[in-house]
Every structure is written in C-alpha cells, then in structure tokens.
C-alpha cells in the first residue's frame, strides 16, 4: 500500500552576477554567471528520477528507509553548481543602412549584406550522482538500496576518465551472506549518501559544439562509473537563412 505525504525539505543559496552591453554599433552582449546549490530531502521526481523525463542521476523517488529520512538530505537532482552563458548579436557593418552601405550593391551586396552574427555559449558543471545498488531486500514500493560508502568516491579531475569517472573502489555491495564482504547483521540500508559525486559538466557553443557526454553509471554492478552514452548529439551544427523581399 502506497500513499503520498506532503512532507520534505530544500533550500537553495546562489550569488548570481550579470554584466550586459547594449546595443550600439552594431553590438549587443550579455554575459551571466550563476553560483548556486539546492539540496533537498525530497526527490523532483517530475524532473530527473524515477518515471520522470530527465536525467537518471540516481536518486530514487522514495527513501531507503521511510522512516528516517534524514540520510535523504543531499543535493537536488537539478542542481548545478556553476553555470555561465555568455551571448552576443553582431551586425555586420556591410549593406543597406550599415557602415559600407553605399558599396552593397549587385551581387555582392546581395550575397554579404544584411548579416548578422549570434553566438551563444553555455558552459555548467555536472549534476549530483547518487551511487545505488541493486536491492538487498523487499524493501517495499520503489525503494532502492544504497551501498556503503568507504572513501570519498571523487576522482581528482586529471584521473577521470570514460571508462572510470569516479571511485567505484570507495562502495561496498551490502550483502546478506555471512561470508562475504560487506557483511553487516540486520543491515538493508547503506550510509552512501544522495548526490555526493559530481557528473560530467556540459559546454555548447552555437555552431561549434564539443562532445558531452552522458551520466556515467551509477548503479554497482557492469558499467558502474563507466560513461557509455553523449548527453547530446555530436556535432551539431545549425545554420539559418532568412530572405526578405
């Protein structure tokens, strides 16, 4: 039996900057800079986890414990820690009404004048990871267990890798037979904790993008740490032609 409860907490702390040009000579520019953390021990489940549409960060739609849920306290599954954009739209100064005007005319007028230049960039680090394991016991519901945790689990930035983006040596399956590692009487919930790993941070510039790639594995087991899959596809470029008559 399942029912919903309106309990939970989350906060969140951003400094947030903003430096804008306006428009004159052909220039406009805005550049924004956001530092921010949200944590929570209820999870968004319309927007990362679970059945939701986003992103599977790890982070399960009910505690391991319902009972206790002060182990849930952690970060948000949406947040990011620092996120710049920086955009600018540039006219070029060749065509009717612009600085060379009066030499736009023909064919070279028609093919160079007119344009304008829109670059965008947005550049912000990963989001929280959520090591999971696969279920010790009938929980109950949707409940999944998290492993223990032994050491840090963040890998120093120069030793991440696809095949390996954070410790997997720092989690320990929880296990039901005496005999094993990991071992510990009466235990079905781990004292891993939510969102205490980093993703891989994601850059876009328009019309040249670089490779961002995808969440790596965050359940113990084949492919735990292992990114497998891009975030978006590679390489994509947009072009845009607009003519007025």
């Not at 990871?129 to 016991?137: G, I, R, V």
Request: hydrophobic share 35%; glycine share 14%.
């Amino acid at each position: 039996m399942q029912y919903l409860s309106n309990v939970g907490l989350s906060n969140y702390h951003s400094p947030q900057t903003r430096l804008e040009k306006r428009f004159s000579r052909g220039l406009s520019g805005l550049v924004s800079y956001t530092s921010g953390k949200a944590l929570t021990d209820s999870v968004d489940h319309l927007s990362t986890s679970g059945a939701g549409n986003g992103v599977d960060v790890g982070v399960s739609r009910t505690p391991q414990d319902g009972f206790n849920r002060s182990p849930e306290y952690g970060l948000a599954e949406f947040d990011v820690q620092h996120r710049f954009v920086a955009s600018a739209v540039y006219m070029v100064p060749y065509g009717k009404g612009r600085s060379y005007g009066a030499y736009a005319k023909g064919v070279s007028g028609f093919l160079l004048g007119g344009w304008e230049l829109s670059p965008i960039i947005t550049i912000q680090s990963g989001l929280g990871l959520t090591a999971l394991q696969s279920t010790l016991l009938n929980l109950g519901g949707e409940r999944t267990s998290r492993p223990n945790r032994l050491a840090n689990g963040a890998l120093p930035q120069d030793q991440r890798t696809a095949e390996r983006w954070f410790d997997t040596s720092a989690f320990l399956i929880l296990q039901t037979d005496p005999t094993r590692p990991g071992f510990v009487p009466n235990q079905a919930f781990g004292n891993s904790g939510v969102g205490i790993m980093r993703g891989v941070s994601r850059g876009v510039l328009q019309l040249v993008q670089r490779a961002n790639f995808g969440v790596p594995g965050v359940t113990m087991g084949g492919g735990f740490g292992e990114i497998v899959a891009m975030s978006t596809e590679p390489r994509v470029i947009q072009f845009a032609l607009k003519y007025k008559f």
